[in-house]
């Protein structure tokens, strides 16, 4: 029988369990990633939600940003979300920070408001095909918003026209929250893409 891919839950800070959690109920398997040699032989990167700033904190000194850029720009599949796009964003504003700039985007932080405007909204799914699915909830919490998309970037779902669901590659980047979905397709299709390779659809380079 086929094993079962190992995905690595960067887990310097914040929501990484959730992460664990929705990767377990499908049966994956995962480990936790806070040092450079605890990457070795995963099959998928996780980057969750929580502050960039305090993550990109915890990251100096360690190496961690540099490995994870050589596996990421090598094609390792990511699912990147809130915090963790922020993190790869190529320009982050409001305020600026430093960023790993590994995804084609600009991002501005805390777009739609304080952590009290956090919102679960419908999402308009623009490529159900690639997602897999043609609805789509999105949770919210002191969202990034996405202001400019490199020309190798696919939209798969916006929010009142914002781009919230992104994919470079097997580079697969949420400014909501998947992990507290039940059930949510961009899971199941962070998953396909670490199953199927690069034969996976809508590959870009
Ligand atoms: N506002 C946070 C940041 O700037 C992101 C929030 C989140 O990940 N839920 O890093």
Redesign the pocket.
């Known amino acids: 029988m086929e094993r079962s891919p190992i995905v690595g839950l960067l887990a310097l800070q914040?929501?990484f369990d959730a992460h664990r959690k929705a990767l377990a109920e499908r049966g994956v398997e995962s480990v936790e990633i806070r040092v450079p040699s605890d990457l070795d032989g995963v099959a998928g990167l996780v980057l969750?939600?929580?502050?960039?700033?305090t993550?990109l904190k915890l990251m100096e000194g360690t190496g961690l940003d540099s490995r994870l850029g050589d596996l990421i720009r090598g094609g390792l599949p990511v699912l990147a979300?809130?915090?963790?796009v922020?993190l790869v964003a190529r320009e982050v504003r409001h305020p600026a920070q430093r960023s790993l700039r590994l995804l084609d985007i600009v991002v501005e932080?805390?777009a739609y408001g304080r952590q009290i405007d956090s919102a679960v909204v419908d999402l308009e799914v623009a490529d159900g095909d690639d997602l897999g699915s043609t609805t789509l909830e999105g949770v919210f919490?002191?969202?990034?918003r996405v202001t400019e998309v490199g020309e190798g970037v696919h939209v798969l779902a916006r929010r009142g026209g914002d781009p919230v669901l992104l994919r470079q590659g097997r580079f697969l980047a949420a400014t909501f929250?998947p992990e507290l979905s039940p059930g949510s397709p961009v899971i199941d299709l962070f998953l396909r893409s670490i199953r199927n390779g690069s034969a996976n659809r809508g590959e870009r380079t």
């Open positions: 914040g929501d969750p939600g929580g502050e960039s700033t993550m979300t809130c915090a963790g922020i932080r805390n919490i002191r969202a990034p929250h």
